[in-house]
């Protein structure tokens, strides 16, 4: 049975994790980029680095947009009471909203009003995944409107291929230029639909940066995607540098025969997210961040 409070703190906790402190793959990167970096570029991943820091001593979110709220949910099949945990996570928003604080990002397309606790329609987005046995995890990805605004889906033809997706995701990259906050890292998904392509390419940057795509082929086609999108020379805020991209996360759906979509979803260096998993008995394991 689903205790709607234990999933209301729980969802709380991991809001407060994701955008006071990053996961330590991406800190990981941010630090080795800086190590190979000079000059202006240097200088720019210092500064980040001294947010971040800032960030972990304070407890102030290290971005003040604090981003659309999403949650990807796994959810055991023998869990009673799931029909509960949408109703906690809208209430772990509010709740965070208030109490971190996080800015209210929850705006009316059509009237423009903005709803001041980050809920809305769809808003917290949740992404369900059903698993076998009763355990429960949940991620959030707080996603910001800046590296969302560069992102992009290309109806390619069949016949462009894989030299097609390498082109297509470069020049995602330049046109975004420093409009993201590079470095960046991207979710790129091909096949399926145009809606499928766009929501594996969010997902896939759940993937930490550190680990190497367990399939070979797609594992050579992210470092090859990588080594292309920092040979642009963008640079740390788009000043220049070696280091535009901090990672490239892949994925694929089978495609139909006429279609061939690729979709770059674009993550700031600010790459929140935060994992917890919720046992039976109601302990709880933080996954990405140490908790005491």
Not at 183 to 198: F, N, Q, R
Not at 219 to 244: C, W
Not at 264 to 290: F, N, P
């Amino acid at each position: 049975m689903v205790n709607q409070q234990v999933v209301e703190n729980v969802a709380v906790k991991l809001l407060q994790l994701a955008v006071t402190k990053l996961p330590s793959d991406v800190k990981n990167a941010i630090k080795q980029a800086y190590k190979t970096e000079t000059s202006v570029a240097k200088s720019q991943l210092k500064a980040i680095l001294d947010n971040i820091d800032s960030a972990e001593k304070t407890g102030a979110p290290m971005c003040q947009d604090t981003g659309i709220i999403i949650f990807y949910v796994k959810a055991g099949s023998e869990i009673s009471g799931l029909d509960r945990i949408e109703s906690a996570l809208r209430k772990a928003t509010i709740r965070a909203t208030k109490e971190i604080p996080l800015r209210p990002n929850a705006v009316d397309p059509f009237n423009h009003e903005n709803t001041g606790n980050n809920t809305g329609r769809y808003v917290p987005y949740i992404n369900w995944e059903i698993i076998s046995g009763n355990e429960l995890e949940i991620t959030v990805l707080p996603k910001g409107g800046g590296s969302e605004n560069v992102s992009a889906l290309g109806m390619l033809t069949p016949s462009d291929g894989v030299v097609g997706l390498k082109k297509f995701v470069v020049d995602t990259v330049i046109k975004a230029g420093a409009k993201p906050c590079p470095p960046t890292i991207l979710g790129v998904a091909v096949g399926g639909g145009a809606d499928i392509a766009i929501k594996l390419a969010k997902k896939a940057l759940l993937s930490p940066i550190n680990e190497a795509n367990p399939d070979p082929k797609l594992a050579k086609l992210e470092q090859e995607l990588l080594d292309a999108v920092n040979s642009t020379g963008i640079g740390p805020m788009g000043l220049g540098g070696k280091t535009t991209v901090l990672g490239v996360k892949l994925d694929y759906a089978h495609r139909h025969p006429a279609s061939y979509p690729v979709a770059v979803v674009v993550q700031c260096w600010a790459a929140r997210k935060a994992t917890a998993r919720i046992s039976s008995d109601g302990k709880v394991e933080y996954l990405t961040h140490e908790v005491s």
